[in-house]
């Protein structure tokens, strides 16, 4: 569920996200840490660290598959065409 989470907060966002996800969602920084791996390593999410900056976006491309494949499962959450590449 808080990949699933993730997934519908980084696919709403406008642009990349910044900042620290565990001040919103309901994980420990190091839990966070690890599914933020996860969905890096599949292919649904990209990341930059560049401490102290940190930014995460969803990758679109992979993003539109998955919501074809799942169908409803995943709430019809649009990706803008925001600053994130």
Known sequence: PI???ILQMLASQE???HGDMSEILPV????LSQHLNELKDAGLIQGEINLPSVKYCINKENWKVVK???GGFIDDVSTSQGCCK
Do not use: F
């Open 15 to 17: 642009c990349c996200y």
């Open 3 to 5: 990949r699933i989470a």
């Open 68 to 70: 074809k494949l799942l």
């Open 28 to 31: 420990a920084t190091s839990t």
